[in-house]
């Protein structure tokens, strides 16, 4: 049934040996190169045409025909644009997960199906789902559900927990069952080895290795506001936009002898509040609110009972999984109570969730509720109430 496939290829060791499996199994493979960002680093230098050249050594070697492809314009018009928005709104984006709905599955996926023709999809991502690595399980009847990997060191559902029904019905995950360690291995196994010694990328691709404040002061003007303290509600610095910062990250402020880290922005009065420490409890809270979800599969059966979800959360890649509870509140946005408070919640970043190993779906973090600060503050205040309360009456 699915006998040509066309193949995302990086020019990296994931999708090199993904190209090599699926020749292995005989399938017709056909690899695409996309270039998304055509804008030099500091250096001078685009590393899309490295990886290109790369791509185009695998595919002589393995003897698959190569497509370059051009998305610049769609990645400008549908993620970075919308990348910058989110920064002047005071919001902290993820351009990954935004790449891989807008752009790798469905610009991609919309060339290989209509243009090439293939009959699938494959990448180098670790992941799995429901039919299986090479759509051994496939069922027209039915819908995919979106799985974790073996290697849940390196899992990329995270990643791809916006994407949509239609596409990822038809993709193959080759890396689905392998650990890093392992693919790297077959590399050097199979003379491919110059692969597995690429470094990975890492961060936001269209940065590299240039500030991000530096990078993103060229695309949004400054604004230049100031930095409170938020126990003693004094000025203890001056910043150049909202844009610059985000939840969590130490601000590293000249001629104050503490670690301040940003706690909240006030996107109004343009103003960011910093705690003093890591650990501040203004950096911490078990609640937050998120958008309209998408669910991949489908809408869990107890939101669809109006009754309480329970499943796992994480809202960064690297964090691990963190029980909680979810209900459907006003427009289909989610209430979602953490079972262990988490720190910098973030606006802007999104909220994923997930039941044993498979990606239930996700949703854009809107705002945390009250921090473990607020929720101190108020006690103490109810408190002291009381207290005077109680005096007054004797």
Same mark, same amino acid.
């Given at each position: 049934?699915?006998?040509?496939?066309?193949?995302?290829?990086?020019?990296?060791?994931?999708?090199?040996?993904?190209?090599?499996?699926?020749?292995?199994?005989?399938?017709?493979?056909?690899?695409?190169?996309?270039?998304?960002?055509?804008?030099?680093?500091?250096?001078?230098?685009?590393?899309?045409?490295?990886?290109?050249?790369?791509?185009?050594?695998?595919?002589?070697?393995?003897?698959?025909?190569?497509?370059?492809?051009?998305?610049?314009?769609?990645?400008?018009?549908?993620?970075?644009?919308?990348?910058?928005?989110?920064?002047?709104?005071?919001?902290?984006?993820?351009?990954?997960?935004?790449c891989n709905r807008r752009i790798k599955f469905n610009h991609f996926s919309k060339f290989a199906f209509e243009e090439l023709e293939a009959d699938a999809i494959?990448?180098?991502?670790?992941?799995?789902?429901?039919?299986?690595?090479?759509?051994?399980?496939?069922?027209?009847?039915?819908?995919?559900? $979106? +799985? =974790?990997?073996?290697?849940?060191?390196?899992?990329?559902?995270?990643?791809?927990?916006?994407? #949509?029904? !239609?596409? %990822? @019905?038809?993709?193959?995950?080759?890396?689905?069952?392998?650990?890093?360690?392992?693919?790297?291995?077959?590399?050097?196994?199979?003379?491919?080895?110059?692969?597995?010694?690429?470094?990975?990328?890492?961060?936001?691709?269209?940065?590299?290795?240039?500030?991000?404040?530096?990078?993103?002061?060229?695309?949004?003007?400054?604004?230049?506001?100031?930095?409170?303290?938020?126990?003693?509600?004094?000025?203890?610095?001056?910043?150049?936009?909202?844009?610059?910062?985000?939840?969590?990250?130490?601000?590293?402020?000249?001629?104050?002898?503490?670690?301040?880290?940003?706690?909240?922005?006030?996107?109004?009065?343009?103003?960011?509040?910093?705690?003093?420490?890591?650990?501040?409890?203004?950096?911490?809270?078990? $609640? +937050? =609110?998120?958008?309209?979800?998408?669910?991949?599969?489908?809408?869990?059966?107890?939101?669809? #009972?109006? !009754?309480? %979800? @329970?499943?796992?959360?994480?809202?960064?890649?690297?964090?691990?999984?963190?029980?909680?509870?979810?209900?459907?509140?006003?427009?289909?946005?989610?209430?979602?109570?953490?079972?262990?408070?988490?720190?910098?919640?973030?606006?802007?970043?999104?909220?994923?969730?997930?039941r044993n190993d498979e990606c239930l779906g996700s949703g854009k973090i809107l705002n945390p509720g009250a921090t473990n600060f607020s929720l101190h503050y108020m006690r103490n205040s109810e408190s002291s109430e009381a207290s005077n309360d109680l005096?007054?009456?004797?």
């Amino acid at each position: 049934m699915f006998k040509k496939i066309a193949l995302g290829i990086s020019g990296g060791v994931d999708s090199a040996v993904a190209a090599l499996l699926l020749k292995t199994k005989g399938y017709d493979v056909e690899g695409v190169f996309m270039k998304n960002w055509d804008i030099a680093d500091e250096t001078g230098k685009c590393t899309a045409d490295e990886d290109f050249k790369d791509a185009s050594d695998l595919c002589e070697r393995l003897n698959i025909k190569l497509h370059r492809v051009n998305f610049v314009k769609q990645y400008w018009n549908e993620v970075f644009c919308d990348l910058i928005k989110e920064y002047e709104h005071g919001y902290t984006p993820n351009p990954d997960v935004l790449c891989n709905r807008r752009i790798k599955f469905n610009h991609f996926s919309k060339f290989a199906f209509e243009e090439l023709e293939a009959d699938a999809i494959a990448t180098g991502h670790y992941a799995k789902t429901s039919f299986g690595n090479f759509l051994e399980n496939y069922n027209a009847n039915q819908a995919v559900r $979106l +799985l =974790r990997p073996k290697d849940l060191r390196k899992d990329q559902t995270f990643f791809l927990c916006q994407v #949509r029904q !239609e596409p %990822l @019905r038809r993709t193959m995950f080759p890396l689905g069952d392998l650990r890093k360690s392992e693919v790297k291995r077959i590399a050097a196994e199979n003379h491919l080895e110059r692969y597995s010694q690429k470094p990975e990328s890492m961060g936001i691709c269209f940065i590299g290795s240039r500030n991000f404040q530096h990078f993103i002061g060229e695309y949004i003007e400054s604004k230049p506001g100031k930095f409170i303290d938020i126990d003693s509600g004094k000025v203890v610095g001056t910043h150049d936009g909202l844009h610059q910062w985000t939840v969590g990250q130490r601000t590293r402020l000249q001629g104050v002898p503490d670690a301040y880290f940003v706690a909240r922005k006030n996107v109004d009065e343009n103003i960011i509040y910093v705690a003093l420490g890591t650990t501040h409890p203004a950096l911490f809270s078990d $609640l +937050l =609110r998120v958008s309209k979800p998408h669910w991949i599969h489908s809408r869990p059966e107890e939101l669809e #009972r109006a !009754e309480i %979800l @329970r499943c796992d959360f994480k809202f960064q890649h690297t964090e691990g999984l963190v029980p909680c509870r979810i209900c459907e509140i006003t427009d289909e946005n989610l209430c979602v109570h953490l079972d262990q408070a988490q720190r910098a919640l973030t606006p802007g970043q999104y909220a994923v969730f997930y039941r044993n190993d498979e990606c239930l779906g996700s949703g854009k973090i809107l705002n945390p509720g009250a921090t473990n600060f607020s929720l101190h503050y108020m006690r103490n205040s109810e408190s002291s109430e009381a207290s005077n309360d109680l005096e007054a009456s004797r």
